[in-house]
């Protein structure tokens, strides 16, 4: 044989053998790969559950107006810092200054007239005394009289009496008769009328009367109605969107802007449902913003697992039960609760993407929250002090027109 049908031969004889030995080292690498993989998964893989469907979230609070009115003053703008407290808009307040005017006059008025149905009740009281003496002398009076025609009557027929003298006696005693009738007419006016007025002052006093009260409620709207033409920021935060011009006419609830506090803030992780067998309440988060990437780690705790999926609480949820039906993996919400001070030092975005990872190590927490779970109450005392100097106004009005002591001024 030639040496170039050997050197032909040759490859062909050894292709065989090498693709053998590579096929054989690429299975022996997928199968310790393979390997690799389970012991990663079997001690530490599956103690954990991933999700990249993850977002900021936070409070988004809706400022509207409480009060309608024209826009006269706008003192922030998008993106800027406002605390709890401060005024974010003015409204017109003509018409509420003249309404709380007419109030506070109204209850001026009110008070002075309660006070003279008190004072009437002492002047009836005098009356009604006053008649009661007249009445004893004028009963006493009648029964002389009538003493005296009964003296008189006997004597007639034996000419000891004129005629004309015991028409007198008679004339004495009809009116003494009439006058003690005239008084006690008289005397139940009077008490009819004294009862009239302690029903309607007996066991309050001028500053509790009904009337009083009354018109001191109206005092408290008008000047809440005023105080509210100042439209206060109710939390501190950001300004998001804001959507109010000045002139602008608003009617109550309109939304005008949205002010979201951002270092109170959590995240929401939609896990499938199938990983959320081992989630559980308190479990510790490990998570990574987009933003920053993997070089800041965030550290939180499960707060809660929503109470639905997404398409149960959607605008137009999936109607399975009408026959077009394809079966979707559906996800839940995981509310996770972040570390404040990681917040601070690397803020976040409302919406902002995350990725999360819950170990699933400890199964010792709650899969629903309880009545004993701890819980955040939100509140804010912004508008509590409009509500004190209403009364403070109220009280200084009601002194001034009582004769007592005033109280200080109340500016409006």
């Known amino acids: 044989m030639s040496e170039q049908n050997k050197s032909d031969t040759l490859p062909a004889t050894a292709n065989p053998s090498t693709r053998k030995k590579w096929m054989l080292v690429l299975m022996v ?37 409480q009060v309608a009115g024209t826009v006269v003053g706008i003192a922030v703008n998008e993106t800027d810092f406002v605390r709890a407290g401060e005024v974010l808009v003015t409204l017109d307040s003509t018409n509420a200054q003249v309404a709380l005017d ?53 004597l007639v027929a034996s000419g000891a009496v004129s005629q004309e003298e015991l028409q007198h006696a008679q004339t004495a005693a009809d009116a003494a008769r009439s006058h003690v009738a005239a008084l006690t007419a008289a005397l139940n006016t009077a008490q009819e009328q004294l009862l009239a007025n302690q029903a309607l002052t007996g066991g309050i006093s001028v500053r509790n009367h009904p009337r009083v009260k009354a018109a001191a409620v109206k005092v408290q709207q008008t000047y809440l109605d005023l ?37 109170q803030i959590w995240v929401d992780a939609n896990f499938k449902e199938a990983q959320l067998r081992r989630i559980r309440i308190g479990q510790p988060v490990a998570l990574t913003a987009d933003i920053y990437g993997d070089k800041v780690d965030y550290h939180g705790r499960v707060a809660g697992i929503g109470a639905g999926t997404g398409a149960a609480f959607a605008l137009l949820p999936a109607q399975n039960a009408t026959g077009n039906w394809i079966k979707v993996v559906q996800r839940i919400p995981v509310r996770i609760a972040l570390d404040a001070k990681e917040v601070i030092a690397h803020p976040l975005r409302v919406g902002m993407s995350m990725e999360a990872t819950v170990d699933l190590s400890t199964q010792d927490g709650a899969v629903l929250a309880d009545a004993s779970s701890p819980r955040e109450a939100a509140q804010t005392q912004v508008y509590s002090s409009a509500g004190h100097t209403a009364d403070a106004l109220i009280a200084k009005i009601i002194d001034g027109n009582l004769g007592e002591n005033p109280t200080p001024a109340v500016k409006h």
């Open 29 to 65: 690498i997928f199968v310790l790969a393979g390997l690799a993989y389970l012991v990663q998964w079997y001690v530490h893989g599956r103690h954990f559950e991933y999700s990249d469907d993850a977002y900021v979230a936070a409070n988004i609070v809706q400022i509207t107006p």
């Open 227 to 263: 105080h509210r033409g100042a439209i206060l920021a109710p939390v501190d935060g950001y300004v998001g969107k804001r959507n109010v011009q000045l002139g602008q006419r608003v009617a109550i609830g309109a939304p005008l802007l949205t002010i979201i506090p951002l270092k």
């Open 102 to 154: 007419d109030a506070e006059a109204q209850l001026a008025q009110t008070v002075r007239e309660v006070r003279t149905l008190y004072a009437a009740n002492n002047s009836l009281t005098a009356t009604l005394a006053q008649h009661r003496a007249e009445l004893a002398q004028a009963q006493a009076d009648m029964r002389n009289a009538q003493a005296d025609l009964a003296r008189r009557q006997p």
